[in-house]
């Protein structure tokens, strides 16, 4: 098989049959003439399938070492047609340390149709299978989990999901298939928001999961269709120009961010660094084992709580105070106040998501530049 970089740049990316275009083109159309009725060349209506956005389904299958690819309007379009795999009274074992936006689909619209859910230290395999029951029918995990970094061991939870006949769901979003391919060690569903590293430039929203069964697929491009969660033709190719550069990206956000971390962990006003790639993370070996690398996710909290860490996050220049991640440039933000918001605060807290954690996408600057720039705010701070 070709390596990661070479099929970044040419899987599902023929050139152009009809024009020999080397770049996939936007197919900005709603509909295609059929030869006869019901006959036609592949393609009939955009919602169910489009040339450019099959482009990028099979480029993001083979990036993630799966058979089969499907791409969505948004992460939670993705994630939501995977909860339609469920029915209600169907439980599910997910990850307490979570996305909020997860977190709100779980708990404020799914919950009231009829879904359960258990909320359980990921890292903790004896927790994982404590919460698993006879109704469990998905586990579904973060790793990194956001915004505390904490490792799942996706192969051990993984055989426990399966033991139950539960599906494994791994939102891989922080590591992208550069550094981490879920299905490898076991999962069965894994998504993206494909807004952040796969998209790469903060210039696109959109989603996409990958499967290796045919039965999943079957459902899943089902649920595409019928619900309509699609993506346009130029959303779908502006990720797939994304993928091209993943790589090389990739690698510049993991370097960056371990000299950053690197930083934070000795500064007299960092009280503690959530970073899988610093010696002194507990599950470093882990982050070893199932990684390729460590990315370019970094939370710490500042020293003092909120207010320190709100003048933090406002005083930064290169550091943009914005939500999101995965952008070349550098993002900063508060999950109390931004993207957890949506967590009652109670129940953030006890997950260990402090008031004045903060979150930071570290971009491809110069490293110099965003450690001084990190330096300044939280000396103003």
Known sequence: MPGF???????????????????????QTSTFAQDAVGKHRGYEYSRTGNPTRAALEQCIASLEGGAHGLAFASGMAAEAAIMQLLKPNDHTVAVDDLYGGTYRLFRQ??????????FVDGSDL?????????????????SPTNPLLKLVDIEAVSKLAHAKGALMVVDNTFMSPYFQRPLSLGADIVVHSATKYLGGHSDVIGGTLVVNRDDLLERLAFLQNAVGGIPGPLDAWLVLRGL???????????????????????????????YPGLPSNPQRELARRQMSGFGGMISFEVKGGLEPARRTV??????????????????IELPAAMTHSSIPAETRRAHGVADGLVRLSVGIEDVADLISDLDRALAEA
Request: proline share 4%; hydrophobic share 45%.
């Open 5 to 27: 970089s070479t099929r970044a740049v040419h899987a599902g990316q023929e050139p152009d049959r009809a024009s020999g275009a080397v770049v996939v083109p936007i197919y």
């Open 314 to 331: 406002e005083r930064t220049q290169l550091f943009t105070l914005a939500e999101s991640l995965g952008g070349v440039e550098s993002l």
């Open 244 to 274: 091209k550069t993943l790589a090389i990206r990739m690698r510049e956000h993991d370097r960056n961010a371990r000299l950053v971390a690197e930083f934070l962990a000795e500064h007299p006003k960092v009280a503690r660094v959530f």
């Open 126 to 142: 004896e927790a994982v299978e404590r919460a698993l029951t006879e109704r469990t029918r998905m586990v579904w995990v973060e």
């Open 109 to 118: 619209v799914l919950e009231p149709m009829g879904l359960s859910f258990s």
